[in-house]
């Protein structure tokens, strides 16, 4: 039997990794706009400092999503310190916490088929609409705590809702009114995003 400690993982180079941080005991650290822009901010600045391409992204109250394009697998810990490290201690700066800890899980997959790219990418724009946090495609669109606009604006409305629809049980009417029981299976074959 191997020893658990002399495991190594092993992140590969030029992968799609798929990042959530939840916050400890799904405190809502990230209700107001002025919270969620700092994790915002450090997403930013992974794009920025890091040169890391951002693919998806979303922010709710009490965590985030965020899939991205690594060539070096070894920059995940440099991701997870922006962002976990990063958020921590921007957020301490600004508000006093009422727990020591701010994360309680963080989580990193590789993503290894087109099909859990695609996925990956409705769970994450439709984030806000599965925790009731926005309540239309046009909020969706129009809040700046989710990538979704960036998909509809390199593909189109239709897909990015497709997308949505595929992984999370939402249906909107024509009336703009979300109802999260029924969920429309639709397929089409789109390009890769990155």
């Known amino acids: 039997m191997q020893n658990i400690d002399k495991i190594k993982l092993h992140w590969p180079n030029n992968s799609v990794y798929f ?59 440099k991701v997870k310190q922006l962002m976990h490290g990063g958020v921590t201690f921007k957020y301490k700066k600004e508000y006093k916490m009422k727990y020591r800890e701010m994360w309680q899980s963080k989580k990193v997959l590789v993503i290894t088929s087109d099909e859990m790219d695609w996925k990956t990418t409705g769970y994450i724009i439709g984030n806000l609409l599965k925790h009731k946090e926005v309540s239309t495609f046009e909020e969706l669109e129009n809040d700046s705590f989710s990538s979704y606009k960036f998909i509809v604006k390199r593909y189109s409305d239709e897909c990015a809702q497709e997308l949505v629809r595929k992984v999370i049980n939402v249906d909107e009417s024509i009336e703009g009114e979300v109802d999260f029981k029924n969920l429309k299976k639709l397929s089409i074959i789109r390009p890769k995003i990155y």
């Open 19 to 77: 990042l959530t941080g939840s916050t400890f005991l799904h405190y809502p650290y990230f209700k107001t706009n002025e919270q969620k822009q700092i994790v915002l901010n450090q997403i930013k600045k992974l794009k920025d400092k890091l040169n890391i391409k951002i693919i998806a992204y979303s922010i709710a109250i009490n965590h985030y999503h965020l899939k991205f394009y690594l060539k070096s697998g070894l920059d995940i810990a």
